[in-house]
């Protein structure tokens, strides 16, 4: 039975990150906590599914190989740089807030998916940002950042 190391590598590395926000909600209004409480929870589900998904894949062999076909090398370029994006978008939300952040993330992300829809590009990031926005603030009672350099030109 040969289990599949960077599945379990992963979502061990997630448990612990998630652990981390676990820990941080002692600090957060009861009203403010529900939402991170359902992200956490969604998050530990999708984990406990790929772990169970991992370890009947590895009794039940498919095609009689345990192993996957290993992935090629630009797929594997395009998720780090799909990764170094979603963290330069979290860098830049606390300074350029999330109006700006969100928008261009999300262009950014349907940009390099090969979305060819200068409509589809130009609309859903706006609709969306200000969708979230208004379940963000209405609803779950977070506030978004500003963002200082906004502040600073305010």
Known sequence: M???????????VLS???????LELRDIT???????????AGSYLMILIVLLQTFFRARKPVGGTTSAPPMEKSAAVRIV??????LAYIVLMERLGY??????FMVFSLVYQKNR???????LPLAFTLA?????SQFLYVTLPVGTWIEMLL
Do not use: E, N
Request: glycine share 0%; aromatic share 16%; charged share 10%.
């Open 99 to 104: 109006f700006l952040s969100s928008v261009a």
């Open 117 to 123: 829809s200068r409509l589809l590009i130009l609309i």
């Open 16 to 22: 612990a990150a998630l652990l981390v926000f676990v």
């Open 30 to 40: 009861p009203i403010a906590r529900i939402y991170p409480v359902f992200v956490i």
């Open 132 to 136: 979230m926005y208004f379940v963000f």
């Open 81 to 86: 740089v799909y990764c170094l994006a979603v």
């Open 2 to 12: 040969k289990l599949h190391k960077w599945d379990l590598a992963i979502c061990a």
